[in-house]
């Protein structure tokens, strides 16, 4: 049963950067797409940004391009989130997200919560003055 576990969050001023991760033990996450979803304070979860399971293609919501990097490290079975030049409409709970696709190329940045079987606990992500 692969278990998806994001670290990384925190409390950061405007401006600033975070790098979060999503780890899994005893399941190799090279065969799935990784998504990050982010959830503000009485909103729904929505796509953030995704890296498919070869890592070759990454796609990102249009709010956060030039800000965030996705990538990920089989050897160390762990995803990160980038996240640079953090605005206050960033602060949220962030959930990583694994769809097992391992023979396609490519993924796609949903504006609402998918049905993906795995998901973490979620890191809170504060950006405040």
């Known amino acids: 049963q692969l278990q998806l576990v994001e670290s990384g969050g925190g409390l950061v001023q405007p401006g600033g950067s975070l790098r979060l991760s999503c780890a899994a033990s005893d399941v190799t996450l090279g065969y799935y797409a990784i998504h990050w979803f982010h959830q503000a304070p009485g909103k729904g979860r929505e796509g953030v940004s995704c890296v498919d399971a070869s890592g070759r293609s990454t796609n990102y919501r249009d709010s956060v391009k030039g800000r965030f990097s996705i990538s990920r490290d089989n050897a160390k079975n762990t995803v990160y989130l980038q996240m640079n030049s953090l605005k206050p409409e960033d602060t949220g709970v962030y959930y990583c997200?694994?769809?097992?696709?391992?023979?396609?190329?490519?993924?796609?940045?949903?504006?609402?919560?998918?049905?993906?079987?795995?998901w973490g606990q979620g890191t809170q992500v504060t950006v405040s003055s």
């Open positions: 997200a694994a769809d097992w696709t391992p023979d396609v190329a490519g993924c796609t940045v949903l504006p609402y919560k998918a049905p993906y079987n795995y």
